[in-house]
């Protein structure tokens, strides 16, 4: 993928995804590209160079949902690119729907600022538990997202998630810009507060993960598992 309509071809990323099949990697050139992506297969994008990204319009920067997402490892990879919300006007960096059904989100060697919400926020099937079976998220840094605040905003958001997650090498931090984040991860099971429904977590592991700041709530905080 080239930079926006210099390139004969898949000039824009969402192009590229529709195009592609299951398994595919798409290449996207340093640059700046301002799009909304939805992917609902199994797609590998990679940043070569400085690659940023940023919204035209408010809602989710990157959406991922559905079922059926092929390929051999049913995984959606994203790997070096910087996630700009634009001060938020983007509410969510990366939002994987409570409706999706897949193996592996990779998120590695990236940056993400300035979203309203959250810069990455999973959520997981009401009864299950479950959207995305694996999150691993690794070697990337987090700056003054949650800025609309409000419960649930800051960071990483795993909201009635029951899968496993590995978080490594991450820096988390928060000016206090906006109107205040409130958490920076937050973990939180599927389940009623009187215990009805409550099941366990996954397998959950974070290591060398830096947190500092200014957040209302919590810098970590676990909720509603048994």
Do not use: C
Not at 88 to 102: D, H
Not at 166 to 172: C, H, I, M, Q, Y
């Amino acid at each position: 993928v080239t930079t926006n309509g210099s390139g004969a071809n898949n000039e824009t990323i969402q192009n590229a995804i529709h195009v592609a099949n299951p398994d595919d990697t798409i290449s996207i050139e340093a640059g700046s590209y301002s799009e909304n992506l939805a992917i609902g297969k199994d797609i590998n994008l990679v940043g070569i160079g400085s690659v940023t990204l940023a919204p035209t319009s408010g809602g989710n920067l990157v959406t991922i949902d559905g079922a059926g997402f092929g390929g051999d490892d049913q995984s959606v990879s994203i790997a070096n690119i910087d996630f700009n919300g634009s001060t938020g006007l983007a509410g969510v960096g990366i939002r994987v729907n409570n409706t999706a059904s897949f193996n592996n989100l990779t998120v590695t060697d990236s940056s993400f600022t300035g979203f309203g919400s959250n810069a990455i926020a999973v959520f997981g099937n009401v009864t299950t538990g479950l959207s995305v079976l694996d999150v691993d998220v690794t070697n990337s840094t987090f700056v003054d997202n949650g800025i609309a605040g409000g419960g649930g905003s800051g960071d990483l958001q795993f909201f009635e998630y029951n899968g496993s997650a590995t978080l490594a090498n991450l820096d988390l931090s928060n000016t206090g810009a906006g109107a205040d984040a409130h958490l920076g991860i937050q973990f939180r099971g599927v389940g009623l507060q009187n215990g009805t429904g409550v099941l366990p977590m996954g397998a959950i592991s974070l290591t060398d993960v830096d947190i500092s700041g200014l957040y209302v709530r919590q810098m970590i905080g676990l909720q509603r598992y048994t």
